[in-house]
């Protein structure tokens, strides 16, 4: 199996420092990232909206993949995630990563989706890895 990397580079220290964050497949390039990007809405990225990201793509390809398992064939899915960062002493903690799952699958009935969805989202490799209350959502159009 391959192993994936990024980079961060950050200059200056604290609320003045700058950083940059860059992906091994090009997908982020020197992507600015700071205090202002993570906890004032300055354009730019931030650890918690990557880990987002990382979360709801990879809750989505592990159900995409156990629904086809099961014999279904056709749908779509749409998966959003939420992280929560909190003050935590003199530092933070991220505490939760909210999925909200949008999904059409024609023929699954609702028992066996929310079934499925579960084992997803407990066994995808990213909700292995958060130490995080993870939640799930759902809304399965007929």
């Known amino acids: 199996m ?8 950050y200059e200056g220290l604290g609320k ?13 390039s020197e992507q600015p990232y700071g205090f202002a ?3 004032e809405n300055e354009p730019g990225t931030n650890p918690e909206e ?7 793509s990879c809750f989505t390809m592990a159900l995409s993949f156990a ?9 779509s899915l749409e998966t959003s995630a939420k992280v929560t960062v909190e ?4 530092g933070f903690t991220i505490t939760k990563s909210a999925l909200d799952l949008h999904a059409k699958v ?27 209350e993870i939640t799930l959502s759902i809304t399965l159009d007929a």
């Open 67 to 75: 629904l086809a398992g099961a014999g279904h064939h056709d749908g």
């Open 50 to 56: 990557l880990i987002a990201a990382a979360h709801a």
């Open 106 to 132: 024609p023929g699954i009935s609702p028992d066996d989706f929310d079934r499925i969805a579960a084992e997803a989202k407990k066994n995808c490799p990213v909700s292995k890895l958060l130490n995080a």
């Open 37 to 39: 990007t993570r906890f």
């Open 2 to 9: 391959p192993t994936r990397n990024g980079s961060a580079r």
């Open 16 to 28: 003045d420092g700058k950083g940059w964050v860059s992906t091994q497949s090009g997908a982020l």
């Open 87 to 90: 003050k935590d002493g003199e």
